[in-house]
């Protein structure tokens, strides 16, 4: 029997139970991939985390978890630590350790998280405007090239901040924001996010705010209370949900700006003694805030994916050997019901090297095409995590 | 014969990128800073310190006053690119609290001596009833530079930051800071000389642009809400006899621009002397700061009672 000759009754034979045949593949394809997939997403996710973790070289937030204050500072998850006060930022950027660049990443437009930043935070991450301009007043914003993308939002077009709550009917309005900009793509959370000023995540919060001029006599109805120079307003003062040319002059702010709240800064020093200086800084008891290395923060949480990955790849193992014993058993009852087919090549004319070749050329043919399939399904796989990540992470 | 094209062209080549990179390096060294300024006697102070290697940016256009100038969006992302941004502090550029500025090369020019801001009275308050305090939308007199001691902090200021972000230029431009603030000390002190001379008698001003001017050289000024070419209306008028009723005696009228002649001549008839003192706070038609207030105090001197 010749070459093409086994192939042809092996193909035909496979083809002529073809459910038989799929479920073989997909559960040896199944039983390869799910262990490589988990290897691939966890390399993949570990080359993410420390990648971003690396552009952050310091990250100053309120005492408490590490981790949570770097997953919000670089992966914009909710923020789970009470507020820094804006008093640290300062602190810091006057200490002239090197670039500060403040974090405010508590609000959200749909899904896509709102950060309040300063211009710096486009130099730190690479971030040009790739289409459109720069904000460069309150009220503005710029956008994430998937956000981008996924919303078709354009320079010009507006988005609107999501309340806090929707059953705080006396909360603060949300802010429409104007999109100056879309942001170049650089493959991290950036890309799906909307940037602000910081002085707009306060307007958002309600700590700064515009309404009508209450000297003005067309405001009369809003005005409560008039002593002297003083006017105190009724709740029916409008206040305007846009920042626009015409109401600009009238946004203003409420309270000790030093309080106003941040999430976070990140600290690029200059050099590395500046870098042990502000460690240094932050270590006694006595400091407002902590001043956390992300990469450490994110080595801790990718050796504990690493563990657990550990165990669930035993299991995988164990899984797998039993779903290829019941592959070879499949195949070996397969080959008894088939005893007589293979009298009739033997019969024939079909030497005995000739039928172990056509049985074995069906396994082949089988357990290639599983492997094939897990291979495919892992580089999707891997493509994926980079953006798959983010989203488990919220 | 391919042995010799490729020769050549690897020599094209390397010739080539010999003068790319002698190009590029041409536009690094030829990239000029730039600091950007919110009014003029910043920009003049700039000026002096670096204008040898920096390029002054001073949008603002002539014929408005700087303090209420709202930059358009162009106009802000050219300050964004700005190796410096000074701002005047004191509340003055209001736009400056409510536009995307880069923090790390913005510099508060008067933050050395915020504690002696001068509040205005009369800023109409209000309060709201979610935050209940009362706040002001104003309210800071923001001519710092009016002072001349506060012009010198102010100058300063920009030489400690320019000279902090051009390392190379320090030792120049504080070399510079030494010859301005030479000028600016010699300015005080003949500005209080003169204005003693006027024995600290009430003037009134056309305009409320000189609360650093009048508490250093203690004078007491009494301010008008008028411009320099508007009509002098029954109501404009009735408000100055109103304030001459309450001073009797008071001789000077100080205009921040020169008036129309008419204006001279009206006030003259009501037993004032005008007297043209420029805040500056744009650029001068003509001359620079130094010459603009040389000119004041020779307007001034021109005033006092020994020279008449």
Redesign the interface.
């Known amino acids: 029997m010749r070459a093409g000759g086994i192939a042809y009754l092996s193909w035909k034979h496979l083809s002529y139970r073809p459910l038989r045949t799929l479920t073989l593949v997909a559960a040896i394809a199944l039983t390869i991939y799910l262990p490589l997939a988990l290897y691939v997403f966890t390399s993949e996710s570990t080359r993410i985390l420390q990648e971003r973790a690396r552009s952050t070289p310091l990250l100053l937030g309120p005492k408490g978890s590490s981790l949570d204050l770097t997953l919000n500072a670089l992966y914009f998850t909710s923020q789970e630590l009470p507020s820094l006060k804006h008093l640290a930022y300062t602190k810091l950027?006057k200490e002239r350790f090197g670039?500060?660049i403040p974090i405010h990443a508590r609000f959200h437009a749909k899904e896509a998280p709102i950060i309040g930043t300063?211009?710096?935070y486009f130099d730190a991450r690479t971030l040009p405007v790739a289409e459109g301009?720069?904000?460069?007043?309150?009220g503005?914003c710029v956008i994430g090239a998937r956000l981008a993308r996924r919303n078709d939002l354009h320079p010009g077009d507006r988005i609107t901040s999501s309340p806090e709550n929707v059953f705080d009917l006396a909360g603060v309005y949300p802010l429409r924001m104007r999109i100056?900009g879309i942001l170049a793509a650089n493959h991290t959370p950036d890309d799906d996010a909307v940037f602000a000023?910081l002085?707009t995540t306060w307007v958002i919060e309600g700590l700064a705010h515009g309404h009508q001029d209450?000297?003005n006599p067309t405001a009369a109805d809003a005005v409560?209370k008039r002593e002297g120079?003083?006017?105190?307003?009724?709740?029916s003062?409008v206040e305007f949900n846009e920042?626009t040319e015409n109401n600009?002059?009238?946004?203003?702010?409420?309270?000790d700006p030093e309080h106003y709240p941040l999430s976070s800064v990140i600290l690029i020093p200059k050099d590395k003694k500046s870098r042990a200086l502000a460690l240094g800084a932050y270590q006694g008891p006595s400091s407002s805030g902590q001043l956390v290395i992300p990469l450490d923060a994110v080595t801790q949480l990718t050796e504990t994916l690493f563990a657990t990955s550990k165990m669930t790849f035993a299991a995988f193992l164990l899984l797998g050997l039993t779903a290829f014993a019941l592959a070879a058993l499949v195949f070996l009852l397969s080959f008894r019901l088939r005893e007589r087919e293979m009298q009739t090549y033997a019969k024939i004319g079909a030497r005995t090297a000739s039928l172990v070749m056509l049985k074995s050329t069906e396994v082949a043919i089988v357990l290639i095409s599983g492997i094939v399939l897990a291979l495919l399904s892992a580089a999707i796989t891997k493509s994926f995590s980079a953006g798959l990540l983010p989203q488990l992470l919220n | 014969m391919n042995t010799r094209f490729l020769l050549a062209t690897c020599t094209l080549s390397f010739l080539f990128s010999c003068g790319a990179k002698r190009k590029s390096t041409e536009i690094e060294s030829t990239h000029k800073p730039t600091i950007a300024v919110v009014n003029y006697p910043l920009a003049y102070f700039a000026e002096r310190l670096a204008g040898e290697f920096a390029t002054i940016i001073f949008d603002a256009p002539s014929d408005l006053d700087p303090a209420f100038w709202e930059p358009t969006?162009e106009q802000?992302?050219r300050m964004?690119q700005a190796d410096l941004i000074l701002l005047n502090g004191a509340n003055y550029a209001?736009?400056a609290?409510?536009?995307?500025?880069?923090?790390?090369s913005t510099v508060d020019t008067s933050s050395s001596f915020e504690k002696s801001f001068i509040t205005i009275e009369?800023?109409?308050?209000?309060?709201?009833?979610k935050?209940g305090?009362?706040?002001s939308?104003g309210g800071t007199a923001f001519t710092t530079w009016m002072d001349f001691r506060q012009a010198g902090m102010q100058a300063t200021t920009i030489a400690t930051a320019i000279g902090a972000d051009f390392p190379d230029q320090k030792d120049a431009v504080m070399k510079n800071l030494a010859a301005l603030l030479t000028d600016l000390k010699e300015l005080h002190t003949v500005t209080a000389k003169v204005v003693s001379n006027l024995n600290h008698a009430p003037v009134i001003a056309s305009h409320p642009s000189y609360q650093y001017w009048e508490r250093a050289y203690r004078l007491e000024i009494l301010s008008l809400l008028w411009d320099s070419e508007m009509e002098l209306g029954t109501e404009a008028i009735a408000d100055l006899k109103k304030v001459q009723e309450a001073n009797p005696g008071v001789q000077y009228f100080i205009w921040d621009s020169e008036p129309l002649p008419a204006h001279l001549e009206k006030l003259k008839t009501m037993g004032l002397t005008c007297v043209v003192v420029s805040s500056c706070s744009n650029r001068p038609a003509s001359g620079d700061f130094l010459s603009v207030m040389r000119a004041n105090i020779e307007a001034l001197a021109k005033l006092s009672p020994e020279r008449s």
């Open positions: 950027a670039t500060t300063s211009l710096a301009r720069m904000i460069t007043r309150l503005d100056t000023d002085k209450l000297a409560r120079n003083s006017i105190q307003a009724n709740a003062v920042v600009i002059a009238s946004f203003h702010f409420h309270g | 969006d802000i992302v964004q209001q736009w609290a409510t536009a995307s500025l880069p923090f790390e009369s800023a109409i308050k209000h309060t709201h009833l935050e305090a009362e706040h939308h």
